[in-house]
C-alpha cells in the first residue's frame, strides 16, 4: 500500500483501517532500524491511528527513509542444499513428535496392563524423551 508523501492531489483523499495500519507498520521497521525512538515510534502511531487523509500519513513518513513493504522483501529462509539435509530437518520436526506419541501409547498399554503402569509409562517417557534428545543433537551437528 503507497502512502503518497509530500503534497500531491491524492495527499487529499481520505484513508481507512488498512493505510493506517501499514503506516503504524512502517513506523515500527523504522523503529527497529533505529531511526525512532520509543517516544517518537508511540507519538507517531497515535497520529497515524487518528489520520483522516493520505497527507496526514505522509507527514508521518516524510523524514524517514522509503523502505520497501514487508510483503516484497526476499525471504530469508534459508534452503537445504541437498537431499540429506532436507531428510535432517524433516526428521528434526517429526522425530519428537512420533516418539511422544510412541510413549503415550506405551504409557497406556503399561497403565491397563501392568500393576506397575504408573512407573513403567514413566521410565518409558523419561527413555524416550532421553532417546529423542540424543538423536536430535546428533543430526543438528
Do not use: N
Amino acid at each position: 500500500m503507497e502512502i503518497p508523501r509530500g503534497d500531491t492531489e491524492q495527499s487529499t483523499l481520505r484513508v481507512g483501517d488498512a493505510e493506517r495500519d501499514a503506516c503504524a507498520a512502517a513506523l515500527i521497521d523504522h523503529h527497529l532500524h533505529g531511526r525512532l525512538s520509543v517516544e517518537e515510534l508511540d507519538r507517531r502511531q497515535r497520529t497515524a491511528l487518528a489520520a483522516v487523509t493520505a497527507g496526514d500519513l505522509g507527514l508521518l513518513l516524510a523524514d524517514l527513509p522509503q523502505v520497501e513493504p514487508p510483503e516484497k522483501r526476499r525471504s530469508r529462509r534459508v534452503v537445504p542444499v541437498d537431499a540429506s539435509e532436507a531428510v535432517k530437518i524433516t526428521a528434526i520436526r517429526v522425530l519428537p513428535a512420533g516418539l511422544v506419541l510412541a510413549g503415550a501409547s506405551f504409557s497406556q498399554w503399561a497403565w491397563q496392563y501392568s500393576a506397575e503402569g504408573p512407573f513403567l509409562g514413566a521410565v518409558a517417557g523419561g527413555a524416550l524423551g532421553y532417546a529423542a534428545h540424543g538423536v536430535i543433537v546428533r543430526l543438528r551437528r
